[in-house]
């Protein structure tokens, strides 16, 4: 479990990622669980759920990424 961690601290975007992509599709499944979507359907939302995620979190990383050069200049 410690391995894991260590992992989600060095690499805080993509462990971002991947729990908010877990969480959305997550989210998703159960919400269309009755609409009747097929396998390729499935596949798609699936696959745009992991991307949003993807965006959601390089966004976000936009602010950090100001924050950092606005320390470096101050210095």
């Known amino acids: ?3 894991v961690i260590d992992w989600a601290k ?3 975007r993509l462990s971002a990622w991947v729990v908010l992509a877990v969480g959305m599709v997550a989210i ?5 669980r009755d ?3 097929l396998w ?3 596949t798609a939302l699936i696959i ?3 991307a949003v995620a993807a965006l959601c979190v390089w966004i976000i990383s936009w602010e950090e990424d100001e924050e ?3 320390a470096i200049e101050t210095e």
Do not use: D, F, K, R
Not at 28 to 32: D, F, G, H, L, R
């Open 48 to 50: 745009a759920t992991i």
């Open 10 to 12: 060095t690499h805080p």
């Open 40 to 42: 390729g359907q499935w």
């Open 68 to 70: 950092e050069a606005a």
């Open 35 to 37: 609409v009747g979507l």
């Open 28 to 32: 998703i499944s159960y919400e269309a």
């Open 1 to 3: 479990m410690s391995n």
